[in-house]
């Protein structure tokens, strides 16, 4: 059984910043790759960010510059930072990853989600 769980989202104006975080539990053996997402109101589920294992990401072109992926490891963390929000940014942001699990199986979790809205 595994568990992510998304904190940090909120109301911020734009221009502002907020830092998100997902924190995975449970029978956990390794994590390789750990995403964000976010789903606008009426819109599809759009990749924002991705970090592997090693650390390399890669970001949408909407975000680039604005937004950093990061992770801690030893935490089974993965954080978004996001600066220079604009309204067009708010959403729902859900992280993803892939886990092995202590029983050497594989599968792919999805948090429950945190609200992000930038608006003055």
């Known amino acids: 059984q595994v568990q992510l769980v998304e904190s940090g989202g909120g109301l911020v104006q734009p221009g502002g910043s907020l830092r998100l975080s997902c924190a995975a539990s449970?029978?956990?053996?390794?994590?390789?790759?750990m995403k964000w997402y976010r789903q606008a109101p009426g819109k599809q589920r759009e990749l924002v960010a991705t970090i592997t294992s090693g650390g390399s990401t890669t970001y949408a072109d909407s975000v680039k510059g604005r937004v950093t992926i990061s992770r801690d490891n030893a935490k089974n963390t993965v954080y978004l930072q996001m600066n220079s929000l604009k309204p067009e940014d708010t959403a729902v942001y859900y992280c993803n990853a892939d886990i092995t699990l202590t029983s050497r199986s594989q599968s792919n979790y999805w948090g429950q989600g945190t609200q992000v809205t930038v608006s003055s």
């Open positions: 449970g029978s956990i053996f390794s994590i390789n790759v």
